[in-house]
């Protein structure tokens, strides 16, 4: 079992020059071996406050490190297709006000969902 403590990671946020190497393909190799991992794993379990009306800003740059083109989705012409070899993606959230899930101003799991069909994975609460 592969396990990331986002807190633990040594997650920058994407900068320029990062984005202009992976436009070229280049991909660094913590990035990758990420990728990997979320890819090859069975299961897929996301747990992360509630936070400013999302999830903490690791996630994000965690989900933007390990969205790596040809490891974890692919694409043609016409769409995106996920190289995920699990089929869901759990999210266990908490929140400390009544702001339901799917609710405008939570803005989390509409995310999540787009990234896991990215990814070819359902999204599940």
């Known amino acids: 079992m592969t396990k990331f403590v986002l807190n633990e990671l040594p997650l920058e946020i994407v900068k320029e020059d990062r984005i202009q190497q992976r436009m070229h393909g280049n991909y660094d190799p913590q990035s990758l071996s990420w990728a990997k991992k979320i890819r090859d794993a069975d299961q897929i379990v996301i747990a992360a406050p509630f936070w400013d009306m999302s999830y903490p800003a690791a996630l994000k740059n965690f989900l933007e490190f390990c969205s790596v083109f040809n490891v974890i989705f692919k694409s ?41 069909w990215l990814r070819g994975l359902v999204l599940w609460m």
Request: glycine share 4%; aromatic share 12%; hydrophobic share 30%.
């Open 76 to 116: 043609d012409d016409k769409t995106c297709y996920g190289n995920c070899k699990a089929e869901k993606l759990l999210y266990i959230t908490t929140r400390g006000m009544d702001i339901s899930t799917y609710d405008p101003f939570e803005l989390a799991t509409p995310y999540l969902k787009v990234l896991s």
